[in-house]
C-alpha cells in the first residue's frame, strides 16, 4: 500500500465524477488541439495561397532612363536599358540557394505598342507563370492558348470595344525616333501581327486594367528585342521565408538588377497567420479554463464528500502533505487520461472539420509534440485547478473531519 | 506514559465559548487500561482527541512519554500520531472500497518499509485478529465482529506504544461488541496501553482504572473489583 494505490483506489472507486473531471479536460484539450491543428493548417494554406497571390519579389535593371510605371512601380524603360534583363536571368533566379522556396518567376517585356490608331501599354509575359501569380484575377473568355492570343485589361477593352474572340493587330508606332535608337534591336514589323482577345479581365483597380497582356516571346520579336525582359516578378512560397537573403541571393545572381522586397506583402502574410494563431490561442485558452472550472469544482466537491476519509487518514498519522499528494495524484492521472482523449479527439476533430474550414488536401499533420503538449497542458491545468481543494484537504481539520460522520 | 496537566478545552460556538475540559490532571502509566466514562457532553471524547494529539488544548500540558506533543509542528504531530497512536473510532471507520488487508494496510502506506514487509506486517495482524483467510473481503462481507477486528488490527498495524478507543462497542450488537472488549483485555495483558472512552458501565469493568468525567471535571476515578473477570472480557 503506497499513497498512489490509496489514489488509483479512489480514481476506480469514483469512476463517475473521474470520468466527468477528465471529460472536462478533454474537451477543453480536444477543443484546443483542434482549433491549433486547424489553425497551423489554415496558416499554411493561407500562406501558401497569399504566397501565390502575387509578387513579392520584384526584379528590374539598375539603369536610370526614362520610365513607364507598372503596377505602382516605376520601371526603366527596355529601350534605354544599359544593363537589361534577359531570360536567363529570369532562369538564374531558379538557380539561388533559396529556389525551393520560389513560387513563381514571371518575366515581363513591357512597351507601347499601336492598336487601332492608338497607343497602349502592352506588357509580355508568360502566361503560365503569369497566371499562377495573379490567382485573382477574374478573366471573362478563356485564358490565351497559344502565342497569337491576349488579354485585355479592363478598362482597356471597354475603351477599345474589346470582347473574347475579337481580334486586334498590334504594331510598333511607326515615327518615334526611339525605334531607330533601340539598343541592338532589329526593325519591328511596321505590319505588326494580329492577335486573337481570349479573355478580358474584370476591372480590378490596378494597372492591369489599362494593359494588354500578350505573349512574351510574341512581344519580344514584334519590339525586336528578342531574349529580353523588362522586369521580373518574383513570389516566394514560404510562410516565413528568408525573404531578405532571398533577395541578396538574388541580387548576387543578377548583379546588373534591383533586387525589391515588397515588405508590405510580406508583412501582410506574417500578420494574417499571426492573427489566426492568435484567435485559436485565445479560444483555447478560454475554454481550458472552463475545463479547469469544472475540475476545480468536482474536485472540490470530492473532498467535501471524503471529509471523513480524510479525517481517518489524518488521524492514523498521515501529514497534510501526504493528503495533497494524493488529491494531487489523482487530478495528475486523471489529467493524463483527459489529455490523451482530448488530444486524439481534437485530432480526429481537425481532421474532419479542417476541410469544411480551408481547402486542403491533406489531413492535419499528427505532430507528437502537439500530443506532448496537449497532455502536459491538460495535466497542468488539472493541478492548477486541484491545488486548491488539495490545500483545502490537507487543512483539514481530523477532528472536524470525524465528527462529520 | 501521559501527563495531562490542568487541561482546559475551550470551543466557541457562534462566538458563544462552550468548555468542554476543565483543569482536567490525569496520568496513565504505561501498559494500564483505563476507561474514560461519564454521560454525553461531559468531556471524554474531547479528552480522547486531545490524547490523540489531534486537537490542542486552549489551556494547560500533554505530554506522551515526556514529548510535549502540541509543541510539535502540525507535521511533526501527524508524524507522533503515526508512530504513538493507534485509533479505533466509534464507528470504526473502515475505509469501504478497500479490502481488509488495505484497510489494516493503511498506517503502513506512509511508513518507510518494503512493499512485501507492510503485506507480512498486516497479514500477521489480521491472523492475530483471527481472520486469516479474510484479507481479500471487503468491509460490508465481513460481519460486524470481524469488522471491529479489522479496526483493531488497523490501530494497531503499526505496533503503537498507545491505543486509544472511542466507543468501539457503541455500534455494535453486544456478540460483537463483546468480542472487540476482550480483544482489547487480551491485547493489555500483552502490555498493550489502552484509553478507552465508553458511556457503557458493563465495559468500563474490563479496564483497570474507570475514570468518570462530569460537566469537563473528572468526578471519580475508580478500579473495578475485578478488571477484567466480567463476561464482558472473557
Known sequence: MRLTDIAWNNVRRRWGKVTLVALGLAI???TAVALLAITETMRTDVATRLDQYGANIIVVPKAQALTLRYGGLTVSSAAYDVGQLTMADARRIRTIRNAANVSVVAP????????????????????????????WWDLRGNAPQGSDQLVAGARLAEHAGLKPGSTVVLRVPAPPQQTA?????????????????????????????????????????????????????????????????????IGEA????????????????????????????????????????????????????????????????????????????????????????????????AT????????VSGPPVWDPGLALGAIGAAVAVGLLASLYPAWRAARLDPCTALRSL | MIQLSDVTKEYRNDGIAVVALRGVTLNVAEG??????????????????????????????VAIDGIDVYGLSPERQADFRHEYVGFVFQQLHLIPYLSALENVL???????????????????????MGLAGKERRLPGQLSGGEQGRVAVARALVNDPPLLLAD????????????????????????????????????????????VHLLDGQIAQEAQPQAPGESPQCA
Open chain 1, 28 to 30: 477543453g484539450v480536444a
Open chain 1, 108 to 135: 515581363k517585356l513591357l512597351g507601347v505598342m499601336e492598336m487601332q490608331g492608338q497607343q497602349v501599354l502592352v506588357a509580355g509575359v508568360d502566361f503560365p507563370e503569369e497566371l499562377r501569380l495573379k490567382g
Open chain 1, 181 to 249: 535608337t533601340l539598343a541592338g534591336g532589329k526593325a519591328a514589323s511596321a505590319a505588326g501581327q494580329q492577335f486573337q482577345v481570349a479573355g478580358v479581365l474584370a476591372e480590378n483597380g490596378s494597372a492591369d486594367d489599362d494593359l494588354l497582356f500578350v505573349d512574351l516571346g510574341a512581344v519580344q520579336k514584334l519590339l525586336g528585342r528578342p531574349d529580353a525582359v523588362s522586369l521580373i516578378e518574383v513570389s516566394a512560397l514560404c510562410i516565413a521565408c528568408p525573404i531578405e537573403d532571398m533577395v541578396t541571393q
Open chain 1, 254 to 349: 543578377l548583379p546588373q538588377a534591383r533586387v525589391t522586397a515588397l515588405r508590405q506583402a510580406v508583412t501582410l502574410r506574417m500578420e494574417t497567420a499571426g492573427q489566426l494563431e492568435r484567435f485559436a490561442w485565445a479560444l483555447s485558452a478560454v475554454v481550458l479554463a472552463i475545463g479547469a472550472l469544472v475540475v476545480f469544482t468536482t474536485m472540490l466537491g470530492a473532498v467535501a464528500e471524503r471529509q471523513a476519509e480524510i479525517g481517518v487518514f489524518r488521524a492514523i498519522g498521515f501529514r497534510q502533505s501526504h493528503i495533497a499528494r494524493i488529491i494531487l495524484t489523482e487530478a495528475a492521472a486523471v489529467s493524463i487520461a483527459g489529455g490523451l482523449v482530448g488530444w486524439a479527439g481534437g485530432m480526429v476533430a
Open chain 1, 352 to 359: 474532419i472539420l479542417a476541410p469544411a474550414f480551408v481547402q
Open chain 2, 32 to 61: 494500564e487500561f483505563v476507561a474514560l466514562v461519564g454521560p454525553s457532553g461531559s468531556g471524554k471524547s474531547t479528552l480522547l482527541t486531545i490524547l490523540g494529539v489531534m486537537n490542542p488544548p486552549t489551556a494547560g500540558a
Open chain 2, 106 to 128: 493503511l498506517p503502513l502506506a506512509v511508513a518507510r518499509l518494503g512493499q512485501r514487509e507492510k503485506v507480512r506486517r498486516a497479514t500477521e495482524m489480521l491472523a492475530r
Open chain 2, 167 to 210: 466507543e468501539p462497542t457503541g455500534n455494535l450488537d453486544s456478540t460483537t461488541g463483546e468480542q472487540v472488549l476482550a480483544l482489547f483485555r487480551e491485547l493489555h495483558q500483552q502490555g498493550q496501553t489502552i484509553v478507552m472512552v465508553t458511556h457503557n458501565p458493563k465495559a468500563a469493568t474490563c479496564a483497570d482504572r474507570v
